[in-house]
């Protein structure tokens, strides 16, 4: 989770800078979730994505300006099901999509409550995102844009209609969190906890230096 | 949870979450709950500040403390071995991926009322004040025997074969005297009491040379920490377990576990049952098939600043081997800081714990809080040391022992590992990990 600059990355472009961001996934069961995060990661979209097994820590990258945003999307692996998504899911997380599902306005109720969630446990300065999601189904829409989006607006919130399916804005909702982050040293250094990542070495005297950088 | 499971998992305990992981892995569907609403059971870190309060009843904490939430206080304290089982487990499991972790600064031992840096390489040996000269020469040669050692290459064994010889008559034949087999015996090889001098020779090398492989691996001390406390290990081993399909219910109370013939065949709460084959938990859910074989003292304490004579480490770890304070087991101290995100800023976090010996357990720990200064607040906890009764194999039961009073992992990865080959009649095969659970590069 530490940011990084170009020069340290052997395959970086030579002097444009990367920032590292931790972003996490939340909202109800079957809201998309994970269709989102594979039509963003791998342009990929399965109509009957099974519940998410396997495959719950990605990442991305997108540039902006001069700088490549990766993000270390952390999806909720299931956990949110029984209330049971453990503090450890938004420590540190820079970023967070909260999803809803167009046509059920139940969904559109929990993803308040996730947001309210994100208020009190996650870091101030994280940037929220909210997509509605299944936007292709929007003749058996049950919650209004008007209504999303006002509510986005009062709480600060980027906000989107997106489709996993068709690809619609799900490129353009992650490049909008890519802005909004900060990118400058200070601020995105602040999220990392400053320790430093375990990694398997072939001999047992290798130094501190084959972790990532402090 | 009306459903059919291989395995439910009862407690959110390290053992239990490692348990969790490693069935999810090998291909059986587990459902995992805790009563509390909570991760990590006894091994969680306690935040806010406020709970930990609440918890020993104390009146909340006043406004020197800082931010409650920058506070997360482990229950029990422990360190990594960086070479150890735990990390071995956290590395082929890609738990590690969700860790950030610090290494421990200092390695103390207790000798004579003050403390030494526990000296491991040659260099160390010879400018370490707790030998004389001529000892500090002998010293020097033992470890260089041990590290040379080969466990398979009986050439590397000079003229004494370790796996005949007791580690008494090892130091004997390199004439350490008591003091040095003090420090090698506790504060190296990391024994809890003296029984281990009449164990072959061999498994005290394999233990010094875990410490030493431990401290070669990061510097410093053979001991990591992780960021935010200890409850973020249990926490990553759920994510695991969730990743391979896992299902997690905290806040759940577990009414009953449902018998046929003496075999489990489910569990319920409330009025709902859970059907499963086989039940893996900690001992505070099945009161009725474990014993009490001892007790544990744990002492938390917070302080202003870092503990005396440690030239100021922000972490650290203190042995006080028992025959220093004439007692049977070692008494230890660790301390971590604000550097790890677990208090806030400029605050520390000392635990002073020990093997329970007597009727009056808080007296046996004062020497280590002697070492300690000014302490703040302190809040001591003693807990009963269970040990199953019942081994699951004609219940289907799998218990895990307490937690004991050892300042590392090791025996609670070997508690993991015997419960699952009890559970499952076959070791844990690290292979089943899939390596490409993402797309992270290293």
């Known amino acids: 989770m530490a940011n990084r600059s170009g020069p340290q990355r052997p395959n970086g472009t030579a002097q444009a800078k990367i920032c590292q961001f931790k972003l996490v996934l939340l909202g109800e069961s079957a809201v998309g979730k994970s269709s989102l995060v594979l039509r963003f990661v791998k342009g990929q979209f399965h109509e009957f994505q099974e519940s998410t097994i396997g495959a719950a820590f990605l990442t991305q990258t997108v540039c902006v300006d001069d700088t490549t945003v990766k993000f270390e999307i952390w999806d909720t692996a299931g956990q949110e099901r029984y209330h049971s998504l453990a503090p450890m899911y938004y420590r540190g997380a820079q970023a967070a999509i909260v999803v809803y599902d167009v046509t059920n306005q139940d969904t559109f109720g929990r993803a308040k409550t996730w947001v309210k969630e994100l208020q009190r446990q996650a870091s101030p300065n994280i940037v929220i995102a909210l997509a509605g999601n299944k936007a292709d189904l929007a003749n058996k829409r049950s919650v209004e844009l008007e209504e999303a989006q006002a509510y986005a607006e009062e709480n600060g919130l980027l906000f989107m209609e997106t489709s996993a399916k068709t690809a619609k804005n799900v490129n353009e909702i992650f490049l909008a969190i890519a802005k909004k982050l900060p990118k400058s040293d200070q601020n995105a250094g602040n999220a990392s906890g400053q320790g430093r990542r375990l990694v398997e070495s072939e001999s047992t005297a290798k130094p501190a230096s084959a972790c990532c950088s402090k | ?442």
């Open chain 2, 1 to 442: 949870m009306d459903e059919e499971y291989d395995a439910i998992v009862l407690g959110t305990g390290l053992k239990e979450c490692i348990l969790s992981g490693m069935l999810s892995v090998s291909g059986k569907k587990v459902l995992h709950i805790d009563r509390n609403q909570y991760y990590g059971g006894d091994c969680a870190s306690i935040t806010p500040l406020e709970e930990l309060f609440a918890r020993y009843k104390s009146p909340p904490p006043g406004e020197q403390y800082g931010r409650g939430r920058d506070w997360n206080v482990d229950l029990i304290p422990k360190f990594l071995m960086a070479n150890g089982l735990l990390v071995k487990l956290l590395i082929h499991t890609g738990v590690t991926r969700y860790l950030e972790f610090k290494s421990v600064e200092g390695s103390y031992v207790y000798k004579g009322g003050k403390i030494s840096k526990v000296p491991v390489d040659q260099k160390e040996a010879l400018a370490s004040d707790l030998m004389g000269m001529f000892e500090k020469r002998r010293f020097r040669n033992f470890l260089v025997f041990v590290q040379d050692v080969k466990e398979d290459d009986p050439r590397t064994w000079k003229d004494l074969d370790p796996t005949n010889t007791t580690t008494q008559q090892l130091y004997t034949k390199f004439g350490l005297d008591k003091n040095t087999q003090d420090f090698t015996g506790h504060a190296l090889a990391l024994y809890r009491d003296d029984d281990y001098l009449n164990e072959p020779a061999m498994t005290t090398i394999k233990r010094i040379k875990l410490y030493s492989d431990s401290l070669a691996r990061y510097g410093k001390s053979p001991y990591l920490y992780p960021m935010y406390g200890l409850g973020e290990l249990p926490q990553g081993f759920a994510r695991l377990s969730a990743i391979y399909g896992g299902t997690y219910m905290l806040d759940k109370p577990v009414d009953e576990i449902v018998l046929e013939n003496g075999r489990v065949v489910g569990i319920r709460s409330g009025n709902e049952v859970a059907k499963c084959k086989q039940v893996y938990c900690d001992p505070s859910y099945v009161p009725d098939r474990v014993k009490k074989v001892g007790q544990v003292i744990r002492c938390i304490c917070l302080m202003d600043h870092p503990i005396p004579n440690t030239k100021d480490a922000l972490s650290t770890q203190i042995i006080i081997p028992q025959k220093q304070v004439n007692r049977r087991s070692d008494i230890y101290v660790s301390q971590v800081s604000y550097t790890h995100q677990v208090a806030a800023k400029g605050w520390f976090i000392a635990m002073v714990s020990t093997t329970v010996e007597t009727s009056n357990p808080e007296e046996e720990i004062k020497p280590g809080l002697d070492l300690l200064g000014p302490i703040t607040n302190k809040f001591v906890t003693v807990s009963d040391y269970f040990e199953p009764t019942d081994l699951g194999g004609e219940s289907g039961i799998f218990i895990s022992e307490s937690y004991d009073a050892t300042t590392h992992f090791e025996t609670t990865c070997l508690d993991v590992l015997n419960i699952f080959k009890r559970g499952t009649g076959e070791e844990f095969d690290f292979s089943k990990v899939k390596h490409e659970l993402g797309d992270e590069e290293q």
